[in-house]
């Protein structure tokens, strides 16, 4: 019936269906007016309605000095219905972009979120940038104000891609917008380059600065994601520091969201202190024995130091919201301001015709006396004849047929510049009229090169001190549970089957944080990983419970099982790679009865030896014998495992520590994000184990030895070399000294094995600079340099390890060469890819569909005595007899 409602008079329906029509119209005029009017801007100039009018207002007001904000509020009111408090906000958060507008007092700061002064205390006018991209009154389209007595425009013919310059954000009836802000130079280069036909690829810059991770941002359209990070560097061993903040949060904001963390127990700091001034200046205080690696990625996992913003490029064109790439946004902004400037170029071209018609007649009439012929002219129609016969002979030259106008035009020459008319300058001014008409033409025919000198201009004009501010990085993505401070401990009830951080009578396991996963193993075979909590209840006779932690490959279990069908004894090795939180699986063959004889967790793929203690009943001959987990292969948790005995066994006792059956640990480094990884990943460093260290050399001239924990993170742009640490090796390093302002070369050995302890080796000049370090044994290098006196630059390989011995790593060194140095870059060897190391662990395997990768804590072993394997101690614990040991 609503479809044929046109066709039936209104007043016949029933009340109920007017009013329900009444409604459709009203929510579809209000959606499309706040799309239109209020939320989202136009694709021509990039703003919003209430921006329109204040520039507008602004510029009736221009007269090249600062003008009370208050005052220009008024003066936009006139155009806009909504008051003077929509106006002012929006006027500040033009300010504040300082593009468009100059300001003058107190403006407030976006880095700490305070506002700006009243309306009545701070001033404004237009940018010159401004005045020269965004007015022309010739190019632009008007429109009459809400109330119908003032004219204001349409949208402004803006000569620039103000949009993507700003950004903006609106949300309107049933959809949104929120355009990123752009780099004012890097937009200004990609315009010429799509007018030169290049590929462009454009990325947000935000005025806060900090670091950001651009690789999902898809072009700005919806689906995307931006991961924004403060810069937070480390100011000692007890404090970090925070010197900038991620776009649109404050350092109230960032400070408030560190303080609820620690309140959580997410992360563990002292004391926070703002000291931002002119710049931004956050020192966060760690509490006692926290790392400051762990600390800081715990504020980027726990913060506002790491915010992920969803872009949503939404704008009016044609009337209509329309969902937009930036790519594509630039190219017809780009080509906008293209047909612009060609409209502006045709208005000018059109100008100086007339200007060369008027001083073509101009001279026409003086020269040839017709202004004599009018003195005796009676009328004033006789007046225009006389001169218009006088031109006559001259109309085939023009452009165009001569009017009424141009007549009585040259009737208002003035008796004084007619007595005063040079014929030689007047014909200096045609030329040079018809010059600047030539090359608008010029211009017109090719338009597309005018246009990039246009925009050539406004770089070199408006570039300067808008160069990028935001770093791109790629992100390493931060596990939570890694970082998370240890705010929990986790508790068992190995009888009852319970664990949890409330079960404060129960046998404490370990510290763990309020985020964590537990897994856990019974002695029916099964095992669970569940979420950690108050009290949870996972099964009785618990014989394992720890914390795990994902992409652990190298914590293998070794299990002794009775099948409860056969009676055979089974035996096992595996990971638990992934599982199912909350779901139990089986680690026997399933049957009803099996049961757990022994059971160990690995930190290292330890393969222990056990003795086997068979029932004195059983047929056996040999009655007890030994067993090395070495010679199995490690499986997926689903595997049933090979047969140890088909005879019952009385008890299990492990009689051998065992060595890891992987060996070392492979470590890379990801040489972009500096992170250290098992995966594969960048630059392989070596089979780490035991005790082995990281050397680390920083630009500034230091070293420092670093632990091969994967939780070590490293600034790619402050690394000069981070290698596997190998005792004995030499160093050798060449640095700019500041002192002696020569450069200089140096051999030395690494003498303190100190973790985490920073040693320079070079002087504390401001000026000194660490070039080159290496442990190649001859090291060479290719040294580019200019003799005093010469013009060209020279070139030699020098071998580093004849210029200096090897001495202590505080002594100077040796100079590398008189001359004034260039250029220094290693002679490398060729080290081995990361594809040429096998990185497969023997017999490693997980099963089919499996979803989350897990671990477990520090080893542990349980031993079963079948013979009294239903007793168990008042505490809920197996007893003396039942356990071996547990070693941690």
Not at 420 to 435: C, P, R, T, Y
Request: aromatic share 8%; with cysteine; glycine share 6%.
């Amino acid at each position: 019936m609503r479809n044929n409602m046109s066709e039936i008079d209104e007043e016949q329906l029933p009340a109920s269906e007017r009013i329900e029509g009444m409604y459709e119209n009203w929510f579809l005029e209000y959606a499309s007016y706040v799309i239109l009017e209020r939320a989202v801007p136009a694709i021509e100039d990039g703003l919003k309605p209430v921006q329109r009018r204040i520039l507008h207002a602004m510029k009736e007001m221009d007269d090249g000095r600062f003008n009370k904000v208050a005052n220009i509020i008024g003066q936009t009111m006139q155009y806009h219905p909504h008051g003077d408090a929509s106006i002012g906000e929006a006027m500040v958060g033009l300010g504040q972009k300082d593009l468009l507008i100059e300001t003058q007092g107190n403006w407030g700061d976006l880095r700490t979120g305070d506002n700006a002064a009243a309306p009545r205390y701070i001033e404004a006018r237009l940018s010159k940038f401004a005045l020269e991209v965004v007015f022309n009154q010739q190019t632009t389209d008007w429109q009459l104000s809400y109330d119908g007595r003032k004219k204001e425009p349409v949208t402004f013919p803006v000569k620039f891609p103000l949009l993507l310059a700003q950004g903006v954000e609106g949300i309107a009836v049933g959809l949104s917008t929120r355009i990123l802000p752009h780099n004012f130079c890097e937009l200004i280069q990609a315009s010429i380059d799509l007018l030169r036909n290049k590929k462009i690829n454009l990325l947000p810059d935000f005025p806060a600065g900090g670091m950001a991770d651009f690789s999902d941002y898809n072009e700005g359209q919806r689906g995307g994601k931006v991961r924004i990070r403060a810069t937070i560097e480390e100011y000692d061993k007890k404090t970090l520091i925070i010197k900038d903040i991620p776009y649109g949060a404050t350092t109230n904001s960032l400070i408030d969201s560190i303080l609820k963390a620690n309140d959580k127990g997410k992360i563990k700091v002292k004391k926070v202190v703002d000291n931002t001034a002119k710049d931004v200046e956050i020192l966060v205080s760690l509490a006692p024995g926290q790392s400051p690696d762990i600390t800081k990625d715990a504020l980027y996992a726990f913060t506002d130091c790491e915010v992920s913003i969803s872009p949503n490029t939404c704008v009016i064109v044609g009337d209509k919201p329309r969902f937009l790439g930036v790519n594509e946004l630039l190219r017809i902004n780009t080509e906008q301001t293209v047909e612009l400037l060609k409209r502006e170029l045709e208005i000018r071209y059109q100008e100086l015709l007339e200007k060369i018609l008027f001083a073509s007649l101009e001279k026409i009439f003086i020269e040839n006396r017709i202004y004599r012929d009018i003195e005796e002219a009676e009328t004033w129609e006789d007046v225009l004849k006389r001169i218009d016969k006088g031109l006559t002979p001259f109309k085939k030259d023009f452009y165009r047929e001569i009017t009424q106008d141009d007549l009585v035009r040259l009737t208002e020459i003035k008796i004084k510049r007619i007595s005063k008319f040079d014929s030689f300058k007047a014909d200096e001014l045609m030329k040079k009229l018809q010059d600047e008409l030539e090359q608008t033409k010029y211009d017109l025919e090719n338009i597309r090169d005018y246009a990039i000198k246009y925009f050539k201009n406004l770089l070199d004009k408006y570039g300067k001190g808008k160069e990028r501010k935001t770093l791109i990085k790629n992100f390493d993505i931060i596990s939570a549970n890694i970082v998370a401070a240890n705010n929990e401990k986790l508790y068992v009830n190995y009888k009852d089957g319970f664990i949890g951080y409330g079960l404060k009578k129960d046998e404490f396991v370990t510290e763990c944080s309020d985020i964590d996963d537990v897994i856990v193993f019974r002695a029916d075979g099964k095992c669970l990983v569940t979420k950690i909590a108050d009290k949870v209840f996972v099964g009785k006779d618990i014989i394992h419970v720890d914390i795990f932690r994902k992409n652990d490959e190298r914590r293998v279990y070794n299990m002794i099982y009775e099948d409860g069908k056969s009676g055979r004894a089974m035996v096992k090795r595996f990971q638990v790679l992934a599982i199912t939180r909350d779901k139990e699986y089986e680690l026997t063959k399933g049957n009803s009865g099996s049961k757990v004889h022994y059971f160990s967790a690995n930190p290292n793929a330890e393969a222990e030896i056990v003795r086997v203690y068979l029932s004195g009943r059983s047929k056996a001959k040999v009655k007890e014998f030994d067993f090395d987990f070495a010679t199995l292969d490690i499986k997926g948790r689903g595997a049933q495992g090979n047969i140890l005995t088909k005879y019952p066994i009385r008890k299990i006792v492990k009689t051998a520590e065992g060595e890891s059956t992987m060996g070392g640990l492979d470590i890379w480094y990801h040489d972009f994000i500096g992170t250290l990884n098992t995966d594969g990943r960048g630059r392989y460093l070596g089979k780490f184990e035991g005790e082995d260290q990281l050397l680390a050399i920083y630009k500034d001239g230091c070293y420092e030895m670093k632990s091969y924990e994967l939780t070590n993170k490293f600034d790619p742009d402050n690394i000069v070399l981070l290698e596997k640490y190998v005792a004995k090796k030499t160093v050798t390093a060449v640095y700019y000294d500041g002192i002696s302002k020569n450069h200089l070369v140096k051999r030395f050995l690494i003498e303190t094995t100190s973790s985490d302890r920073k040693f320079c080796f070079i002087t504390d000049a401001r000026s000194s600079r660490l070039l080159l370090a290496t442990t190649m044994d001859q090291p060479q290098a290719e040294l580019t340099y200019k003799k005093e006196g010469e013009r060209q630059h020279e070139k030699n390989i020098v071998d580093l390890d004849l210029i200096v011995d090897i001495k202590g790593w505080k002594a100077l060194g040796n100079q590398l060469t008189p001359h004034k140095v260039k250029d220094i870059r290693l002679i490398d060897e060729t080290p081995p890819t990361s594809s040429e190391k096998n990185n497969t662990k023997k017999g490693a395997g997980k099963d089919e569909n499996e979803e989350d990768e897990v671990s477990t804590g520090d080893e542990i072993v349980w031993e079963m005595n079948k013979e009294n394997s239903s007793n168990l101690n008042k505490n809920g614990k197996p007893s003396k007899e039942q356990l071996g040991l547990f070693k941690s």
